[in-house]
């Protein structure tokens, strides 16, 4: 089925855990599975597909409003279908962030540029997009260290969902990821997620088109109530304390207020 932005959504976010009064529990709880959520397109010069790393839910609390955001897997930039010399010279990390009609390009050079954002109509580069969306047919939370260390040692795929809000713009969002890394200490009783790149968006202001608001982080986290992340932005490399250079780079760790969760996700 192809998607528009007014489908986007549609992903049972009731279940995801997003009310607005911290006190609501969801009856049931949702999120993809992403080992086989993928967004295909249909452009007949490269049907390309991507894979889901991430997906970011935007409320507006204010407006009643919600959107969805999808952040795929990077490629390296490339001569496309070309005979031979395949990879371009000048190398870069090209990622597309999908939110509704609009499109996020990510190009990260080996030096920071002007080029590194760039704002497209999704139809324009690559057609219509067809989301392949998968959700894991039996989702649990795992609430206590007991529960993530034992399931931490299986081949059972972690997810993550990390919501944070601002009260002053009446901004929320919930990002919601796989969780590639789990640190588990058993001696002392402490798990803690450290896993990346996340979409992570501005909530201090309203962007338009709002994938405009987000940034790449890392998510790390050890508890229920709290969030830290390190953004990617523009990065000063010095020498002998003069600035030579400035790189995209993931730096000046931050952290938030936020609800947490940790999920097992299974396809049975």
């Given at each position: ?32 599975d992403y ?19 991430s ?18 897997g ?13 990879l ?26 002007d080029?590194?954002r ?35 040692a ?61 940034r ?12 830290d ?40």
């Open positions: 089925m192809t998607a528009s932005r007014r489908e986007f959504p549609a992903s049972g976010l009731a279940g995801v855990g997003t009310a607005s009064d911290a006190d609501d529990e969801p009856a049931t709880v949702e999120c993809l080992g086989r959520s993928f967004i295909c397109n249909t452009s007949d010069h490269n049907a390309v597909r991507f894979w889901v790393e997906r970011t839910i935007l409320f507006d609390d204010q407006a009643g409003t919600q959107d969805v955001i999808y952040q795929c990077s490629c390296k930039s490339e001569n496309t279908f070309a005979k031979q010399n395949l371009m010279e000048d190398n870069y990390d090209f990622m597309p962030i999908y939110g509704g009609e609009d499109l996020l390009i990510l190009r990260r050079h080996a030096d920071a540029r080029r590194y760039e704002l497209r109509k999704v139809k324009q580069v690559w057609g219509e997009p067809v989301l392949r969306l998968h959700h894991g047919k039996t989702v649990s939370e795992l609430k206590t260290f007991e529960e993530i260390r034992d399931v931490t299986t081949d059972t795929p972690l997810v993550a969902q990390t919501e944070i809000t601002n009260a002053k713009t009446q901004l929320r969002c919930l990002m919601e990821y796989p969780v590639k890394t789990m640190n588990i200490d058993r001696n002392n009783s402490i798990w803690q997620v450290d896993t990346g790149p996340v979409a992570f968006p501005d909530l201090t202001r309203r962007f338009d088109p709002f994938v405009d608001s987000v790449l982080a890392f998510a790390v986290f050890n508890a229920a109530d709290f969030c992340f390190v953004i990617e932005q523009p990065t000063p490399i010095k020498r002998d304390d003069q600035e030579v250079a400035q790189v995209y780079h993931y730096s000046n760790p931050v952290s938030f207020p936020a609800r947490n969760r940790v999920l097992s996700v299974s396809d049975k």
